[in-house]
């Protein structure tokens, strides 16, 4: 089975994380929120990866990312490993419009309402930005 490595990472701002809402024409885990990140090339590791997507898909260079993955996930042939990124020069924008159709700055309390790429991105969220307020 082919694995398809996958590297992305999750802008903290104050008690928020951006997220990206994944085009509905797109063939992987289309109309849900996702990280913003993307494959690692051949020959390229997962931090040149995650520097490159970064500036690809949302206009920025990362400039502290935590060392440790916060999140890995392994789902069948995908292998996703999720870095917290707390400091970038750019304002985020949407670069690659084919790859989402939004970008959105969300709370742990709004996260909980969005239809995710993956579960353990409630989680995720909640343990970058705290637990946020009960959902009504």
């Known amino acids: ?8 990472g999750v802008l903290v701002r104050d008690d928020r994380v951006l997220l ?18 993307g494959h690692v090339e051949p ?3 997962e931090r040149t990866a995650l520097l490159r997507e970064l500036r690809e898909e949302i206009g920025v260079e990362a400039t502290e990312v935590d060392d440790e993955p916060v999140l890995r996930v392994e789902d069948g042939g995908l292998s996703l ?3 917290a990124v707390r400091a970038w020069e750019g304002e985020p924008r949407n670069a690659e419009p ?3 159709d939004e970008l959105r700055w969300v ?5 909980r309402g969005l239809r995710l790429a993956h579960p353990s991105y409630v989680g995720l969220v909640q343990r ?9």
Not at 20 to 37: A, E, I, K, L, N
Request: hydrophobic share 40%; aromatic share 6%; glycine share 10%.
């Open 98 to 100: 084919e790859e989402h």
């Open 43 to 45: 020959g390229e590791d």
């Open 20 to 37: 990206g809402h994944r085009s509905p024409s797109r063939r992987w885990y289309p109309d849900v929120w996702d990280v913003v990140g």
């Open 1 to 8: 089975m082919t694995v398809h490595r996958v590297v992305a």
């Open 107 to 111: 709370s742990a309390a709004e996260v």
């Open 81 to 83: 490993t999720v870095h």
């Open 128 to 136: 970058l930005v705290g637990p946020g307020a009960a959902a009504d």
